[in-house]
Every structure is written in C-alpha cells, then in structure tokens.
C-alpha cells in the first residue's frame, strides 16, 4: 500500500510539472504569434532542413526560398485532396490557391530562434507525457482511468504536434489557428482531471449552501468562456489580415479594421464578467474557506483578463500583452474546470 501511494506521489508531481510546461508552451506560442514568428521556420519538424536552425542567411542555399515554398506546396496540395475527400471543396480549393500565391518569408534571425524554441518547449511537453504515459502503465488495473487517462494524453500531444505541422505548412490557415488553440485547451483539461482523480483530498468542510446551483454555473461559465477563446482566435485571425494591410505603422488601426467579430468579442466580455461575478457570489456563500480562496483567485484573473483586453483595445495591441491575454484566458479555464471537479463530492451541511 505503501509503495502505491509513494508511485501515485510521483505520478502527481509528473504531472504538476507537464501541467506547468503546457502552460508555459501556450505563453511561448503566444509569443510567437504576437512578434508574427509562426512562420519563422518553414518546415516541420525540422527548421530550414536542419535540427538546429541556421544563425545567419549565409548559411542556407541561394534558392531556399523556392526550395522551401516547393515543399509546402505539395504538402498543402496533399491536405486539399484530403479536405475534397470529406467534403470541404471550397476551403481544399482556398488552400491550393493561396500555397501558389504566398511566396515564401525570408530568413530572419529573431523569428526563427522564437519559433525554434516555441517548438523545443513542445518536444519538453511531449517527453513529459511520454514518460507519463509510460508511468501510467501501473495503474493500469487500481485506477484505469489515470492509465487510459494518460494514453488519451499521449495520442493528443501527437495530435496536435501534427496540426502544429499543418498551421506551418499552410501559412497560418484561418480555422486551424483555431483548432491547434481548442486541442490546447483540451490537453489541459485532461491532464487536470488526470491530477484529480489522483489525488483523494477533498475540500474541508461541508458547505452552507446547494451545490447543485455552483455546479450549473461553472459549467455554464466554461462553455461561455470556451466560445469566447474561440471568438477570440478568430479576432486574431482577422487582425492577421489586417496587419498585412496596414503594416506595423497601422497598428493602431487594426482593431478597428478588424470587423465586428472583435465588437462580438468586446461584448461577450461583459457577459462572462456579470456570470463569474455570480459564481463569486456562491462560492463565497459556501462557507468552505478552499472554495473562498479559490473564487478570490479565480476572480482576480478574471478582471485580469479584462483589463488586459481593454489595455489591447485602446491602446494599439501592444506585443507583449497578447501572449499574457491568451494565457491568462487558459488559466482561467483551467482553474474554473479543476473547480468543477473538486466540487462533485462537497456536501451541504
């Protein structure tokens, strides 16, 4: 008996870290995103054809810019015989398009080193859950769900290490920034319902109030908060567009050249700002001083996340803001659903 709970204990501590180094991989993607570095290595997984990108132009072939764009274009070709396959003509036929028309970056030293180690975090990640996956294998028969759990894990990161290709490959395709951030959010997801069904503690105390009505809530916050990283990508996307446009001098100018997807967005704020000040409201009604700290926490973030939202909108999208307003929504997410959970078996006095 011993010897399973030292194992469950490491297990546990695996799977902080992973949990952190996911997290950190999301902060890194955010960066590469808002210093527009996602095409900063044309190629997956290696970067310009080598395991260790180049430190200068020099060090690549006259033509690599034809070399490279050759590559992609019959990669995305390959990807638009599969979306004819399932129906998605328009967008297969978007893709053929737009592999021919884009030409290929130059190399540029700051964002290739920013993409480069965006994607060493990813093989971090991808090694940690390995080894978990393999970890797993132990409780495979006393608790089935943590190994089937992590196996989940497991076929997930390799999942989106694909469609971390297919973003690269396609030049940041509208829709699939999208799905690499939902797959993202998922990951988390699992891997904090993996910590909890590995640890037995429970929240001390009984609450003073039905949970039944927290409970709602937290799921309906969730879905909220869901839809509204997705509307938020898809502002993003749209500013994308717009950035090429105007160009960097413009910058104050891209959220209102973004459309009324960013005013969709702006809105939507207001809604999960008015629901989670509800959930703060019975979470502090609960009595149970865990569930207290937590709604302090899970606030505090919250008016984070908004502030820096406002601080993005009225003051030009600043670079370094939009990696922390990414990470600071998938926070959030995580906390409210580790929340969700914990609360399945508090009781009311």
């Not at 033509?63 to 979306?83: D, H």
């Not at 965006?118 to 006393?142: E, H, P, Y």
């Not at 601080?311 to 929504?329: E, K, N, T, V």
Request: hydrophobic letters at 50%; one cysteine or more.
């Amino acid at each position: 008996m011993k010897t399973k709970r030292i194992k469950k204990e490491k297990f546990n501590r695996l799977l902080i870290i992973t949990i952190i180094a996911v997290y950190l991989l999301i902060l890194a993607g955010g960066i590469v995103r808002s210093t527009g570095s996602g095409m900063g290595c044309p190629d997956w997984p290696k970067c310009f054809g080598n395991w260790v990108p180049p430190t200068s132009e020099t060090q690549l072939p006259v033509n690599y810019q034809e070399t490279f764009a050759q590559v992609r274009v019959v990669k995305n070709f390959r990807l638009a015989g599969y979306l004819d396959f399932f129906g998605f003509t328009g967008l297969a036929e978007e893709l053929r398009s737009e592999s021919i028309a884009v030409p290929e970056a130059s190399f540029n030293l700051g964002k290739t080193w920013t993409e480069y180690v965006n994607r060493l975090l990813g093989v971090a990640v991808g090694i940690l859950i390995s080894i978990m996956a393999v970890a797993s294998v132990a409780f495979r028969k006393i608790q089935p769900a943590i190994f089937y759990g992590s196996i989940a894990a497991f076929l997930l990161v390799v999942f989106q290490g694909w469609t971390g290709s297919i973003v690269v490959s396609t030049n940041l395709l509208p829709g699939m920034i999208t799905f690499h951030m939902l797959l993202a959010a998922l990951l988390i997801c699992l891997l904090i319902y993996l910590f909890h069904r590995g640890t037995v503690d429970k929240f001390q105390g009984k609450s003073k109030t039905s949970i039944r009505p927290i409970r709602i809530v937290l799921m309906f916050s969730l879905i909220l908060l869901l839809i509204q990283i997705i509307i938020g990508t898809q502002v993003r996307e749209a500013i994308d567009i717009v950035a090429l446009q105007l160009g960097q001098i413009g910058r104050d100018q891209w959220i209102e050249n973004s459309g009324t997807i960013f005013y969709l967005h702006r809105s939507f704020s207001l809604v999960i700002l008015l629901v989670s000040g509800y959930l703060y409201v019975l979470l502090k009604r609960t009595g149970v001083p865990a569930l207290q700290i937590l709604s302090n926490i899970l606030l505090a973030f919250i008016i984070t996340e908004v502030l820096l939202g406002i601080f993005m909108a009225y003051f030009g999208i600043p670079a370094w803001i939009q990696p922390l307003h990414l990470l600071s929504a998938l926070l959030i997410l995580g906390l409210q659903y580790w929340l969700l959970l914990k609360t399945n078996n508090l009781q009311r006095t």
